[in-house]
């Protein structure tokens, strides 16, 4: 019985081993003294200046240091020690999603002044060894300066020059993006390197219930990539939005903001006719700081909707004999006559056979709390929840109304 369940196990690791996507950035380089020798075991020290998170290595025989899983944000301060040798330091440093900044230093003997020498250099954004297709990067501060109408992140995507923004339909009454020209079905979205979507289908979860993927509140950078050839990354075709949420720092900090849209602020479409009536109102915060200076933090935030949309359902108004010419499979003398048994039998209110309100509420709650464990080993635990309801519409599946 043994072989069998073994062979299982490794059936099922590919599985287990699926793509988890990039969630954070990289810093590497090469140190040398002032005559372009490389230096071995020299000490490299990565500080977060917001949080006081820490990560330390040793350049190698090579004189070449790498740092991986690096947070992105910052500023970072990055310190260069070596015995016998000055301390460097560059201060202000702030790392992308994804981004794989390139820090070279050279040390110069601590017994010897010499005159201050400035090198500048300016690496090409599009021609890098660090790309692996066309990306866009949206910072969290141009998600918090940009308008949102709808405060999601489809809109954020559009920012892309690859990604255009699809109309809704039945299916998917919330839109979707489109990457490359390909499906919107092919897409892949991740937050904090877990897939947030249908894995067959490719759709994002709610579906009808329109709630957000993730609040723009928790939101901190925004990677929007199409089909990049990056190993990292599967589990689609077409592009991926990539997303990290954000963490609490040393200071606290939080926000609020309320949204509210109505058919009432909209003018009249290019052929004069008035906007529909419905009725928007969102509104939540977030809030973040330290529970533990340099060594544990949190970070909340809550983004509450309410939507009042109209919901035109299967219109009842055929009084053409009471011949079903559209279609809709109830009479509309045997629509009336069932309301009147509810109202004057069972004392029931029977609604009205055209157009009504539909409400579309829901609610988004992420919650995370950072540990620094030691220097570099950082633990993390997160929760999001997301709830969305739209019960109180009619619909129409596979031809019938339900």
Known sequence: MRRPLLLLAFASLPRLLDAQGVTSA???????????????????????????????????????YLLEDVEVGGPYRIEVRAVGYG????????????????????????????ALVVV???????LNAGRTGPSEIVSA??????????????TLTALSPQVAISPSSGSAPSGGITSGGQNRLLNGFQIDGGLNGDPFLGRLPGRE??????????????QVMAAPFDI???????????????????????????????GALVGRNAVGDPAGDFTTWQYGGAIGGPIVRDRAHYF????????????PGPLITDTAGGADTISIGIRYASATRFQDILRNTYALDPGTLGPSNG??????????????VGTNSHLEFSHHYTDGDRSGFVQRVYGQYT
């Open 26 to 64: 990289a810093i590497q380089g090469t140190v040398a003294d002032e005559h372009g020798a490389t230096l071995a075991g020299v000490f490299v020290q990565v500080t977060n200046a917001l949080d006081g998170r820490r990560w330390e290595v040793s350049t190698r025989s090579t004189g070449r």
């Open 87 to 114: 301390s460097e330091t560059r201060n202000g440093i702030v790392l992308a999603l994804g981004q794989r900044l390139l820090a070279d230093f050279t040390l110069r003997p601590a017994t010897v002044e010499l």
């Open 120 to 126: 500048r250099a300016t690496a090409d954004a599009v």
């Open 141 to 154: 501060a141009r998600i918090a300066a940009l308008p949102n109408l709808r405060r999601d992140f489809f």
């Open 209 to 222: 219930t329109l709630p957000r993927p993730i609040s723009l509140e928790a939101l901190q950078p925004l």
């Open 232 to 262: 990292r990354f599967g589990g689609f075709t077409g592009g991926v939005a990539n997303a990290v949420t954000k963490s609490g720092t040393n200071a606290v900090h939080g926000s609020v903001f309320g949204y509210l849209a109505d």
């Open 300 to 311: 909340l935030s809550f983004d509450m909707q309410h939507r009042v949309v109209p919901d």
């Open 359 to 372: 409400r579309v509420p829901a609610a988004d709650v992420f919650g995370k709390i950072t540990l620094q």
